[in-house]
């Protein structure tokens, strides 16, 4: 019997069994499913901490950017938790000494990697993964390593020893400019940098692929010159990179990126001497400097809102 114009055409909806496994990894792949964004995490703690701390050392900054501009453009999916994972594998040997002890931090850096993501918490701060990872390492310190004698009081928990106790002198009492002014201006390039990368669309509207790619190639430059000030200036574009990671619902403008990249350079000499080989302490910059910005954003409207009425009510007396 000849079919109908109206009747559908059959169609073939059998699938082998042997195709439904490479079809299921390849969905989960696209979908960036939980247990591969874990998985990227482990791999982007240990290939930086290898590359960073192994062989030349070629140190954090660079360690951390290579490798995350290639996962950025690799699988774009997983670059988020990859990042946090980079960001985590730059701690130092003399703040976690032993890769059983990277295996444990980055556990707990998997486990707060699933309440961001779950619960969306800080989604559109400058710094976020940075300052994730930061709070990261501190549990580790704190709860484990500093009580089983692993690491030394002083060496794990130094701000705490400065605060309390006043044993260690860790800001020089005259400072040097030279750095500082340095870091600021790093900084604040940085973050406009990588605003001026993401405007220009495709890939790059990524932030992560964004501040970290304009990063990688300041780093690269920063390197061959041989500066005296390079690895402050690298440490300064890093912290701008973070900044440039910002939502722009948070930060609409250059301006705003700007003004942030600068707040966030001020950190740097404050939180630089105290953890020194932490993970994210650069993100920890960024994110302290966008806080402020909000607050201060905030306050400004606050005062605005309140005066206004109060003008209109001069008027009409």
Same mark, same amino acid.
């Given at each position: 019997?000849?079919?109908?114009?109206d009747?559908?055409?059959?169609?073939?909806?059998?699938?082998?069994?042997?195709?439904?496994?490479?079809?299921?990894?390849?969905?989960?792949l696209?979908?960036?499913?939980?247990?591969?964004?874990?998985?990227?995490?482990?791999?982007?703690?240990?290939l930086?901490?290898?590359?960073?701390?192994?062989?030349?050392?070629v140190?954090?900054?660079?360690?951390?950017?290579?490798?995350?501009?290639?996962?950025?453009?690799?699988?774009?999916?997983l670059?988020?938790?990859?990042?946090?994972?980079?960001?985590?594998?730059?701690?130092?040997?003399?703040?976690?000494?032993?890769?059983?002890?990277?295996?444990?931090?980055?556990?707990?850096?998997?486990?707060?990697?699933?309440?961001m993501?779950?619960?969306?918490?800080l989604?559109?701060?400058?710094?976020?993964?940075?300052?994730?990872?930061?709070?990261?390492?501190?549990?580790?310190?704190?709860?484990i390593?500093?009580?089983?004698?692993?690491v030394h009081y002083?060496?794990?928990?130094?701000?705490?020893?400065?605060?309390?106790?006043?044993?260690?002198?860790?800001?020089?009492?005259?400072?040097?400019?030279q750095?500082?002014?340095?870091?600021?201006v790093?900084?604040?390039?940085?973050?406009?940098?990588?605003?001026?990368l993401?405007?220009?669309?495709?890939?790059?509207?990524?932030?992560?692929? /964004?501040?970290? +790619?304009?990063?990688?190639?300041?780093?690269?430059? $920063?390197?061959? *010159?041989? !500066?005296s000030? &390079?690895? =402050?200036?690298?440490?300064?574009? /890093?912290?701008? +990179?973070?900044?440039?990671?910002?939502?722009?619902? $948070?930060?609409? *403008?250059? !301006?705003?990126? &700007?003004? =942030?990249?600068?707040?966030?350079?001020?950190?740097?000499?404050?939180?630089?001497p105290?953890?020194?080989?932490w993970?994210?302490?650069?993100?920890?910059? &960024?994110?302290l400097?966008?806080c402020?910005?909000?607050?201060?954003?905030?306050?400004?409207?606050?005062?605005?809102?309140?005066?206004?009425?109060?003008s209109?009510?001069?008027?009409?007396?």
């Amino acid at each position: 019997m000849d079919l109908h114009n109206d009747d559908l055409l059959p169609v073939a909806t059998t699938v082998r069994k042997r195709d439904l496994l490479p079809r299921k990894l390849k969905a989960c792949l696209a979908d960036g499913h939980w247990i591969l964004q874990c998985l990227s995490l482990w791999i982007g703690a240990f290939l930086t901490h290898l590359y960073s701390n192994d062989g030349k050392k070629v140190g954090g900054n660079l360690a951390q950017a290579t490798l995350v501009t290639l996962c950025c453009h690799l699988a774009p999916q997983l670059s988020a938790p990859f990042a946090m994972g980079a960001y985590i594998g730059v701690v130092s040997d003399e703040i976690l000494p032993g890769n059983q002890w990277l295996c444990l931090l980055c556990l707990v850096g998997t486990c707060f990697w699933r309440l961001m993501s779950h619960f969306k918490l800080l989604v559109g701060f400058s710094g976020r993964l940075g300052f994730a990872a930061f709070v990261s390492c501190h549990i580790t310190q704190v709860a484990i390593l500093i009580p089983a004698d692993v690491v030394h009081y002083q060496k794990g928990s130094l701000l705490s020893d400065v605060l309390f106790f006043g044993k260690a002198q860790v800001w020089d009492p005259t400072p040097r400019w030279q750095p500082i002014f340095t870091g600021l201006v790093a900084a604040t390039y940085g973050a406009v940098q990588s605003k001026f990368l993401r405007d220009l669309g495709g890939s790059l509207e990524n932030p992560i692929t /964004a501040a970290t +790619s304009g990063a990688l190639l300041c780093f690269i430059v $920063l390197t061959v *010159t041989g !500066w005296s000030y &390079a690895e =402050v200036a690298m440490n300064g574009i /890093a912290v701008g +990179s973070f900044v440039g990671m910002a939502s722009l619902e $948070l930060l609409p *403008t250059t !301006w705003s990126f &700007a003004l =942030v990249g600068l707040l966030a350079g001020c950190f740097i000499p404050l939180l630089e001497p105290v953890w020194q080989g932490w993970s994210g302490k650069q993100g920890t910059c &960024a994110f302290l400097g966008c806080c402020v910005f909000l607050a201060a954003r905030r306050l400004c409207r606050w005062i605005r809102s309140w005066c206004r009425p109060a003008s209109k009510d001069q008027q009409n007396v």
